[in-house]
């Protein structure tokens, strides 16, 4: 039951080209980073990655957008990264964006074996109609655009068919763990961490305090261990502040 891997290299060493990847975090906080960065090492290209947001410029996924590692993209926020923008807008990478509360959704439904579920959310606009545009081609026109999907009406409302998201690996962040793979995240950096890691076929986590099986209280636990399958331990995980501010004393 020991599942704790020695390094994020071993970690995601059979992460294959072409693979999807659930990624937690919310902006820059909790983001898997050291596992991020062992996968930018590593090499897979090709990849589909289902995540709030691409990271920011030099962070997070934007290291291996930048790279050129990105096929596609599941998301549901696009801002902050201008070269996410760039290769957009060139026809270099496809975008399917998703309102936030339907990808949490998703991916809690893959999660819970659940293969799809009715939402009122997006119903009138292009995300039920069909028509966004995935991707561009090279000369700025849209080469592939989003299909129709089914609307039905329940007790007179109508609602969109959204389907459950399973990917082939998810990486997470979490501020403690055990050897069992039981999760605790800390505060704002749950965010979409959960979600990733139960939806995730192959789950891998990166933890800042590793401790022994049962020092964690089990009330405590948010990502039971069966969800996990693989521990690393990052005690200095890199948790850059996205946006500082500063005041003068006495303003």
């Not at 996410?84 to 809690?108: D, S």
Request: with cysteine; glycine share 12%; proline share 5%.
């Amino acid at each position: 039951m020991d599942k704790v891997i020695a390094s994020a290299a071993e970690a995601v060493a059979d992460v294959r080209d072409g693979a999807s990847l659930a990624v937690g975090g919310f902006g820059m906080s909790g983001v898997p980073a050291a596992l991020i960065a062992a996968l930018l090492e590593q090499g897979a290209t090709d990849l589909e990655t289902i995540s709030n947001n691409l990271g920011i410029d030099g962070f997070g996924l934007g290291t291996l957008l930048a790279a050129g590692r990105i096929r596609r993209t599941i998301g549901s926020y696009v801002g902050n990264n201008k070269e996410f923008a760039r290769q957009y807008l060139a026809g270099e990478i496809e975008l399917e964006l998703t309102p936030q509360g339907t990808l949490a959704e998703r991916l809690r439904a893959g999660g819970a074996g659940i293969p799809a579920f009715f939402t009122p959310a997006g119903v009138g606009t292009q995300v039920a109609d069909g028509g966004l545009p995935w991707r561009h081609d090279a000369q700025g026109g849209v080469a592939v655009r989003s299909p129709r999907k089914e609307v039905r009406e329940f007790g007179g409302r109508s609602y969109v068919l959204e389907e459950a998201i399973v990917p082939d690996f998810a990486l997470v962040h979490a501020w403690m763990g055990d050897r069992h793979g039981n999760l605790v995240y800390r505060r704002s950096s749950r965010n979409f961490n959960p979600v990733c890691a139960a939806a995730g076929r192959i789950t891998i986590a990166q933890v800042e305090h590793l401790v022994e099986p049962g020092e964690i209280d089990p009330d405590a636990v948010h990502t039971t261990g069966i969800q996990v399958q693989r521990v690393v331990h990052v005690p200095d995980a890199d948790k850059p502040v996205e946006f500082r501010t500063v005041r003068t004393p006495g303003a």
